[in-house]
């Protein structure tokens, strides 16, 4: 049962432009999202967080956005720049996970900005 | 930033041999730390919580005696393959989370990419 889902894969986009990564969640009792961002044979490095109560988190280039009645959470990167090129994912935790602090991770997303 | 240092960062090894694994918070106290692993193109899989001082949790389907865990110091957290075989090979990733009130992000080491032969 995948709790925390990243439906797309992979995305591409250009220099400059605005990046989206969506992600999806089911379990209600989640309350505290985060996004890490992971390049090859390293761990993941921790980007931007939200709690449930808020619905938006901004910090320089990324921003958060979080939909609670739709289960919804984005991160937009603007502009995008070619070293954000990695893998990137969504977590979730709270009183969902068992405790406070473990956190559900999803799939993950593929970036890659091109030239 | 937080840092978090995982040693060594790759182990080959002959099936049977047992490999210890460090995680060590540089210049934070984690009073908890967790231990994932990572499957080629899946997501990280939680294996167990590390509670400083205490028996650590292992989530459904990890076996404790296989994967020994122990979080001697705030410090310090080691992930004990025991008598790994094949089956055993992936990247094994830990985490450490500062203490204090409210959310507090997790902090990844660089991982461990184990490889039984």
Request: proline content about 4%; hydrophobic content about 30%; aromatic content about 10%.
């Amino acid at each position: 049962d995948q709790q925390v889902k990243q439906n797309s894969p992979s995305l591409s986009v250009q220099e400059g432009r605005i990046s989206i990564l969506n992600c999806d969640y089911t379990n209600s009792m989640f309350d505290y999202f985060l996004w890490y961002k992971k390049y090859p044979a390293e761990g993941p490095t921790f980007l931007i967080s939200i709690s449930s109560i808020k619905d938006k988190n901004e910090d320089g280039r990324f921003t958060v956005f979080l939909n609670k009645s739709a289960k919804h959470l984005s991160l937009h990167i603007v502009p995008s720049q070619p070293g954000d090129s990695a893998v990137y994912f969504c977590a979730a935790g709270g009183r969902g996970g068992g405790t406070a602090s473990k956190l559900t991770f999803g799939t993950g997303t593929r970036l890659q900005v091109t030239l | 930033g937080a840092v978090v240092s995982q040693h060594p960062s790759r182990v080959i090894c002959k099936s049977g041999t047992s490999v210890k694994i460090e995680c060590r918070s540089l210049d934070f106290q984690a009073t908890t730390m967790f231990w994932y692993r990572q499957f080629p193109k899946q997501s990280l899989m939680l294996m167990a919580t590390s509670n400083e001082g205490s028996k650590a949790t292992y989530e459904q389907g990890v076996e404790k005696d296989k994967f020994l865990i122990n979080h001697a110091s705030l410090t310090l957290s080691t992930l004990t393959v025991t008598s790994a075989h094949p089956e055993d090979s992936s990247f094994y990733i830990c985490s450490a989370r500062e203490g204090g009130p409210g959310n507090q992000p997790q902090h990844f080491g660089d991982g461990t990419r184990l490889s039984i032969l």
